[in-house]
């Protein structure tokens, strides 16, 4: 039997919503993997859209290792349209408010902060729907302008992205009115494991930041106060006996008087120059300066090993 549509006639409902059906079939079944980061005002900081820039950085170094992954500017517009007060979600355990209403599987959340001096301190987790972090990488270093930024933001991705290639997803089979579901397998009896446990070798990179003094400098400088202390208290005794008897010849009928010399003005005046400097450099020396330490842990499980290695720059 045939069946004709008169021209300048309508599709049956029942034909137009199965085919939105299929059209929508596939955003339905995926889960996405939104990069968030927070984009409220803040006194001192980076702005909105330098944060969201960083955060599309983070993202594009995602999307080689994992699939549906949403960039910070569609999440944010999403979220402000679904969920406003989420936002200014800035920790793991806020995120639930993120991807419950985008149907998330998890969510990666950068976390920005800028530091004194031009530094940039970055937290890169992964979040999962209860709340845990799965996944975590942690970097500082200063930038001088947005483009550092982006690459510091790819920089602290790149063990995110290994650790969500080492655990792709495993999406669930749902059957189609035309297909029957699968059968289960046959169950197989219990064998007892006859050999070792798998090692697994999880490298990650971490950074932190220790504070240390230069007392070398603070030596220096202790050393040329002394000097300059001890030429100044020459210096200036004998300025101050200048014009005073030395000594009384009583056969001779004078005496001998004491005069200053160029030399008592060069003590007290290098004296002066030194002391200040060593001043300087012990205060300099002594004063609490920060650096970044990388460091590279191996851990191996199932044999008990761990192998640790840490650099300074």
Not at 178 to 203: C, E, K, N, S
């Amino acid at each position: 039997m045939k069946t004709r549509l008169r021209s300048g006639g309508h599709a049956p409902p029942s034909f137009v919503l199965g085919v939105a059906a299929l059209a929508l079939a596939p955003a339905l079944r995926a889960d996405p993997l939104p990069v968030h980061t927070p984009t409220r005002a803040q006194p001192r900081g980076l702005s909105t859209d330098e944060r969201l820039a960083v955060a599309e950085a983070v993202a594009e170094v995602l999307r080689g290792a994992t699939t549906e992954v949403l960039g910070a500017a569609d999440t944010r517009s999403r979220v402000e349209t679904l969920n406003p007060d989420a936002l200014a979600c800035d920790a793991p355990t806020c995120c639930p408010t993120i991807s419950t209403p985008l149907h998330a599987r998890s969510v990666v959340l950068v976390q920005q902060q800028e530091l004194r001096h031009r530094r940039l301190h970055l937290t890169v987790r992964v979040v999962n729907l209860r709340g845990e972090v799965t996944a975590s990488n942690e970097i500082e270093e200063p930038v001088a302008d947005r483009a550092e930024a982006v690459a510091l933001a790819r920089l602290a991705a790149r063990p995110i992205a290994d650790a969500l290639r080492s655990t792709p997803a495993t999406p669930a089979v749902t059957p189609t009115p035309d297909q029957p579901p699968p059968l289960a397998p046959p169950p197989t009896p219990a064998v007892a494991p006859t050999v070792q446990p798998p090692i697994t070798v999880m490298p990650t990179v971490q950074y932190r930041v220790e504070t240390y003094r230069r007392r070398s400098l603070a030596v220096l400088g202790a050393g040329l106060a002394a000097a300059g202390v001890t030429g100044i208290t020459l210096g200036a005794m004998s300025l101050a006996r200048d014009g005073g008897v030395a000594r009384a010849l009583p056969a001779e009928g004078v005496n001998e008087v004491y005069v200053s010399r160029t030399r008592d003005y060069i003590f007290v005046g290098a004296g002066a120059a030194a002391t200040a400097a060593g001043v300087y450099f012990l205060v300099d020396g002594l004063r609490q300066r920060q650096r970044t330490v990388r460091i590279s842990n191996f851990n191996v499980t199932g044999s008990s090993v761990s192998l640790t290695v840490e650099g300074r720059f």
